[in-house]
């Protein structure tokens, strides 16, 4: 019998795609694992009014570990233009199947890596005093609050008498808002909570005292954002002065974060924000590393076990019909090797990073991203790898 199950979720798109040839990397590196499939996506959305339908959390319940490829969300009006006309009126509502698994997990804790890999063409370069050029190093982990934050799932759009009477005893509410008629109002909210903003907090201080870092960047708004960033700032000072007295915080707002990353990257190793401004800053450092092609995450719940893995970058709806597939299955791989450095299987893992370190650093095989071309299908005849051919030039350096 196998040593792991594995509950695979390709999802849409380019997820069936990535999560397949990661798949295979796994199997070629010797991880001895069972994949069940996980449904999960648009296409459960549209049969069944249920995108991560009970069997699939009842998988993860049993199993533990996910690995999750991508999923296509759409706007309001088009999830009940796209629903089976035998479930319309049925009372369903479209929530991002993504978002509820974080929350019905606990999955609040979201690492996301943004690391140079020697040799990628897409490293970000920028221009030195002497007139040449510098390509620094990235080494940041974004920690990112998962379940709470403007992604908690709280908003209305004409609000009810209930909701609309407890905004209107805010004064800045009152006096800002109250001159909107309510069936143009849409809210949502932002809620933070200390047991959760604590236990991200830590996760990144345990991580920069592992790596040897003196110092952990919050990046909020708390000239602003006073309530919610005010507490999460609050829990890192207090952290710092009372558990951490050798790493310091320092305080840079999200959109100083945004400057500052295209300056002087380096500067950067851990930084942990709320859930959207994690979002935001993440896949701004991933674009220094090469792009969503290799932008990678973690998100787990310490207290129950339960574990997902998925690249960043979204369904690709544009490319997924295309064959051979062109897409970049890179971030996918680099999820998996995620996995297996959170379960202990640090020999496999290693085994995985230094093939995909050693095929880029030789720059033979590269995908249409890699090359700086625009994601068409005759890409392949102008010399760019197809998915396959990426994963097949990995297995061949693990052998």
Same mark, same amino acid.
């Given at each position: 019998?196998?040593? !792991?199950?594995?509950?695979?979720?390709?999802?849409?798109g380019i997820g069936k795609v990535v999560l397949d040839e990661a798949i295979r990397v796994l199997d070629a590196a010797g991880f001895d694992a069972e994949y069940v499939n996980g449904d999960i996506g648009w296409e459960f959305w549209c049969k069944e009014g249920n995108p991560l339908p009970d069997r699939t959390i009842k998988l993860l319940e049993q199993h533990k570990i996910g690995l999750f490829g991508a999923i296509t969300s759409k706007p309001k009006d088009k999830t009940l233009t796209e629903l089976d006309p035998k479930l319309k009126d049925k009372g369903f509502t479209y929530y991002s199947p993504i978002v509820t698994m974080r929350q019905k997990f606990g999955l609040d804790i979201c690492?996301?890596?943004?690391?140079?890999?020697p040799g990628?063409?897409?490293?970000?370069?920028? !221009?030195?005093t002497k007139g040449g050029s510098d390509e620094p190093v990235v080494d940041c982990m974004i920690f990112r609050q998962n379940t709470e934050g403007l992604y908690g799932g709280v908003e209305w759009t004409n609000p009810n008498d209930q909701v609309y009477d407890t905004f209107m005893t805010h004064p800045r509410f009152k006096e800002n808002f109250a001159w909107c008629p309510r069936p143009e109002l849409a809210i949502s909210t932002r809620i933070v909570t200390k047991k959760y903003s604590t236990r991200i907090i830590k996760a990144?201080?345990?991580?920069?005292?592992k790596r040897g870092f003196d110092k952990v960047t919050v990046c909020e708004k708390p000239n602003v954002i006073?309530?919610?960033?005010?507490m999460i700032l609050k829990i890192a000072q207090d952290m710092s002065k009372n558990e951490y007295p050798n790493i310091r915080v320092e305080d840079v707002n999200i959109d100083a974060m945004m400057m500052w990353l295209t300056k002087n990257p380096e500067n950067y190793h851990v930084i942990v924000s709320e859930n959207m401004f994690g979002d935001i800053v993440s896949d701004a450092f991933a674009g220094l590393i090469g792009g969503l092609g290799f932008a990678t995450s973690a998100q787990f719940n310490p207290e129950t076990g339960v574990c997902v893995f998925e690249p960043t970058h979204g369904s690709a709806p544009k490319y997924a019909e295309l064959n051979p597939s062109i897409v970049n299955p890179i971030a996918m791989i680099l999820s998996a090797v995620m996995m297996l450095e959170h379960i202990g299987e640090d020999k496999i893992a290693n085994r995985i990073k230094d093939a995909v370190l050693k095929v880029i650093a030789e720059g033979k095989v590269r995908c249409y991203d890699m090359m700086k071309m625009s994601g068409k299908q005759e890409v392949l005849s102008n010399g760019a790898a197809s998915t396959t051919q990426m994963a097949d030039a990995i297995i061949a350096k693990l052998k």
């Open positions: 019998m196998a040593k !792991r199950t594995i509950v695979a979720m390709p999802g849409d690492m996301r890596p943004c690391i140079t890999l990628n063409p897409l490293n970000f370069i920028r !221009r030195n990144a201080f345990e991580y920069a005292k006073r309530e919610t960033s005010g």
